[in-house]
């Protein structure tokens, strides 16, 4: 009844292209969380006015389009003839858009810290380094971790995008099977389900994070 | 380094064009919310129903939507539905992906919403003799959407900007589109795309200050 032209080749096709998925989404998640932190700290250390240039960028990284973005950088990547592969200027874009979301989470759980407790920790003695990875990151984490997956989720959800620059992840390899076989249905449905098995699981575990850490708060 | 000469008047030129195509992104990010909405209030009432096979088709719908890429559910509309016969057009397809995708992230804004209105309303509601559609309609739904007005102007964002997607499917009408028409046909790939990019960031920045606006205005009681 049921009759497919998919070889086993090609579902290893479609693999690879899941794990090119995954391989940019570890590197820019890694490398925008690192960018991010840092801009949520110096946001929340110099203030909103001092802050106002970088907190423009952010904002702008994060109300253009991921595509547009990723075409702007291709072309000027081009234009300045830095010769970087698809791959180096996917993930240098995903980087830079894991990093405005990041900041944000970062300065939600900097703020969510009492700064009676901050003064606390300084009046204790603690320098202002001591302060941020024994006191703040500790509170922080709990806040912003939930929120952190999500971006994480989000990243490499958006990372199919890239196949507009020629990377072939899972849809674009998708994409080339229907060509060929013309079974598109078939085909999407697998790549969704590879999309779903990774996000899901992940996904619930985040909630679950969220449920229990939630249920131990005082308020 | 900078061996190019950049053509920004071929751009600015091109402006006219440009908000044409901003005009259909909206028409399609505002469609596809109404349509969302609309989606998500009987996903979110069905999600806490008590009949099984309303609960399981609505968690599906939520999870699929929110598990999978924006552009794997516009592929899925565009070339997937194609097996059954159905072949839609870019603007079609494109509208149907992201009002699917809108639906599935507003039904869990919603559900949340919807669990932070106190049973006591319902029931109040009921009391005073209204049917159980009444008193979701006048009582239960403006509360809901008080609470999820905030969330529901970023889904709205969110809609303007998976809009740049249509370009995947060969949509040609909408500000992504248009560029990319316009880019084809003069290679003036950054030029023309920053111009895009700026338009994109007004778009989305007017939405999210109107947003707040109106939320000031509704909701100052």
Known sequence: MF??????????????????????????????????????VIRHQVGPWFAAPLTFVLDVLRSVPLLIQLILANAFQSIAGLGWSPFVVSCVVLSLYTSAYCSEIVRGGIQAVPMVTRRAARSLGMTWGQDMSHIVFPMALRVALPSWIG?????????????????????????????????????????????????????????RLEKQWRENDPS | MFDYTFHWHQALRAWPRLLEGALVTLE????????????????????????AIFRAAAISWIELARNTPALFQIYMVHFGLGAFGLHLSPYLSLLVGIAFNNAGYLAETFRGALR??????????????????????????????????????????????????????????????????????????????????????????????????????????
């Open chain 2, 116 to 221: 932070a209105i106190p049973p006591t309303q319902t029931r109040a509601a009921r009391s005073l003799g209204m049917g159980p559609v009444q008193a979701f309609v006048l009582i239960i739904l403006p509360q809901m959407f008080r609470i999820a007005f905030l969330p529901a102007s970023n889904q709205m964002v969110w809609a303007i900007l998976m809009t740049s997607l249509g370009i995947i499917v060969g949509m040609n009408t909408d500000l992504a589109g248009v560029t990319q028409d316009l880019n084809v046909r003069t290679f003036r790939t950054f030029e023309f795309f920053a111009l895009a990019a700026v338009f994109y960031y007004a778009i989305a920045k007017s939405v999210g200050i109107g947003a707040r606006l109106i939320a000031w205005r509704l909701f100052r009681y």
């Open chain 2, 28 to 51: 399609v990010a505002v469609l596809s919310m109404i349509i969302g909405i609309t989606i998500a209030i009987v996903l979110a009432v069905a999600r806490t129903s008590n009949v």
């Open chain 1, 151 to 207: 971006l994480t989720l989000g990243v490499m959800k958006d990372s199919a995008l890239v196949l507009w620059i020629g990377l072939i992840e899972l849809l674009r390899a998708s994409q080339i099977l229907i060509t060929r076989l013309q079974e598109p249905l078939f085909i999407l449905i697998i790549a969704g389900a590879i999309y779903f098995l990774i996000s899901f699981p992940i996904a619930r575990l985040g909630d």
């Open chain 1, 3 to 40: 009759d497919t032209a998919l070889t086993f080749s090609d579902l290893m096709f479609m693999l690879r292209g899941a794990a090119l998925t995954l391989a940019i989404t570890a590197v820019s998640v890694a490398a925008g969380t690192i960018l991010g932190i840092t801009f949520g």
